[in-house]
């Protein structure tokens, strides 16, 4: 039995976002344990054969539509961006790069500054902002994401996704079971809270 | 306004008959009204270029053990079906044909048979079995099924979903607003007993 429920999660994702903030909301007293699990959802999706609904107009008209729905009956704080989708490559990478003691905060701003506030992360001087105020050199972390090390192991961290059966964001893994979608958590939270 | 819910379904969807028969269980007082809108779903993720779920593996072992569980969790009675998916025009074409005053007991005996008891609807002895316990006569729904107006009708509904922006089932349509999915019925109810 594993002692955490694992979530899996790509920033670009705005399920994942919407899935955070509500973990944050329903996990204050830390009573459930989750366990942050990075992963590259454009990477998933080829190895799952997925056309991310990004990538259809219908489903992406809806997408929008279901996120402004769903934050607003969950009292979350989202604004659609006018620039998504982008790559999450350097954004994920730099999850693994960063100091485990600032991963938390990493994904915070970064979650924040793309679903809450509206800023385009596939411009290097608006990531270099957020990295300031994490305390983080902007050009170490350009290093650090183009190292062998770091690019291994986000594609280590998907494969392994895929190879749970893993296909989307978020998933929510607890006892062997996949919970895929924000509209899950609660499932994936009773799973835990019998079982513990 | 519109004075109901419109209900887009076909009967080969198993959220489409977790839906149902959640609005069976939500509405006993018939305080809310549902409008009933048969299409054919493979025809409309052909318009709207979707590949269902059930052509993704991932997706195809999500759904099923994700409709067991929230099956289990709103207590309806559930069970995949070894034949899915099959070709649901003539089952469709055929809610179509039936009067009207029968159109509900067509809908409930073919969604129980198919998602349900297991029935293998692409056998034309099993759906003859419930034409049967219908009293419609399987030799007149065979030439009704075929009727040049029947194939239109069913097209047509398609295609005005198709022209709402629908692009899979179950979805609810109220107010103009758009809901996608089971997870999303209660949505679409909580906006019926606002505006009403």
Known sequence: MTKSIDFYFDIISPYAYIAHKKIEKINK???????????????LHNLANITAPAFND??????KNDCDLVSKKNSIQFRWNEKFPINSLYIMRGYLFVNHDKKKEYLNKFFDAYWKDNKDLSNQDNINEILKTLNIDPNLFLEGIKDDEIKKLLKQMTTEAFNLEIFGAPTFIYNNKLFWGQDRLEYAIDEFLSLK
């Open 29 to 43: 007293d830390n009573r459930i344990l989750f366990n942050y699990k990075p992963m590259l959802l454009g990477g």
């Open 58 to 63: 219908f489903k992406m008209k809806n997408m």
